[in-house]
């Protein structure tokens, strides 16, 4: 199995500050064959379901806010909130797809400082 | 835009069968990759198990389960219904959990639409 870890259980953050989030798989999951990346992205609030952010390690969802964007390739990758606001208080996940059986990091709780 | 909606007993006796049925609408099961996951009370995410029909098979349901769990678990579908379910043998309390159906649009894909989750708590 791919193991997912995330460096931080949690950070707080200023309001309108950058929030980083750091993911890292035991596997590369980056294809050489189409050069994609299998990693997702999820914010969780609570009481309701993840919520699908970023695919392909760095392509935002329709809907959602510019400052979120992902990066990173191979085994390393960040999930990035370039301007904090209140709603983005949640834990956000990232998740592996390249090979089953799907895994996720174990989550990063974003509050505000 | 596909909606999912758990549904189900949300208590189970220890060493019995944890049953639920995600019902799918704005879409066909018959295209897709449906998946069960799930979440212990305060902790992380578990993907469980998928289902999804392959025309290649003459639209018989494959499915692929996490070894951690496939002795115990069989998800099955009803086309008529747009529903598909699962099964979770001899549950202890370890398998006390949100339980969430959502859906891949491919084999490799993330998961793009979930329903709202249903608690399972195991307990006699």
């Known amino acids: 199995d791919i193991v997912m870890t995330q460096s931080a259980d949690s950070l707080a953050v200023s309001l309108g500050e950058r929030a980083t989030i750091n993911c890292k798989s035991s596997q590369s999951v980056l294809y050489s064959i189409n050069n994609k990346n299998y990693l997702a992205w999820y914010q969780q609030k609570p009481g309701q379901p993840p919520k699908l952010l970023i695919s392909?390690?760095?392509t935002r969802e329709s809907g959602v806010p510019d400052r979120f964007s992902g990066s990173g390739s191979g085994t390393d990758f960040t999930l990035t909130i370039s301007s904090l606001q209140t709603e983005d208080v949640a834990v956000y996940y990232c998740?592996?797809?390249?090979?089953?059986?799907?895994?996720f990091g174990p989550g990063t709780k974003v509050d505000i400082k | 835009q596909v909606q999912l909606q758990e549904s189900g007993p949300g208590l189970a006796k220890p060493s019995e069968t944890l049953s639920l049925t995600c019902t799918v609408s704005g879409g066909s099961i018959s295209t897709d990759f449906w998946s069960w996951i799930r979440q212990p009370p305060g902790k992380g995410l578990e993907w469980i198990g998928y289902?999804?029909?392959?025309?290649?098979?003459?639209?018989?349901?494959?499915?692929n389960y996490n070894p951690s769990l496939k002795s115990r678990v069989t998800i099955s579908a009803d086309t008529s219904k747009n529903q598909f379910s699962l099964k979770l043998t001899s549950v202890t309390a370890a398998d006390t959990a949100v339980y969430y159906c959502?859906?891949?649009?491919?084999?490799?894909?993330?998961?793009?639409?979930w329903g709202q989750g249903a608690l399972v708590t195991v307990s006699s």
């Open positions: 392909w390690a760095s």
């Open positions: 289902i999804y029909y392959s025309r290649g098979t003459n639209y018989n349901p494959s499915h």
């Open positions: 959502a859906r891949a649009t491919g084999l490799v894909d993330p998961f793009d639409s």
């Open positions: 998740q592996q797809y390249s090979s089953s059986p799907f895994t």
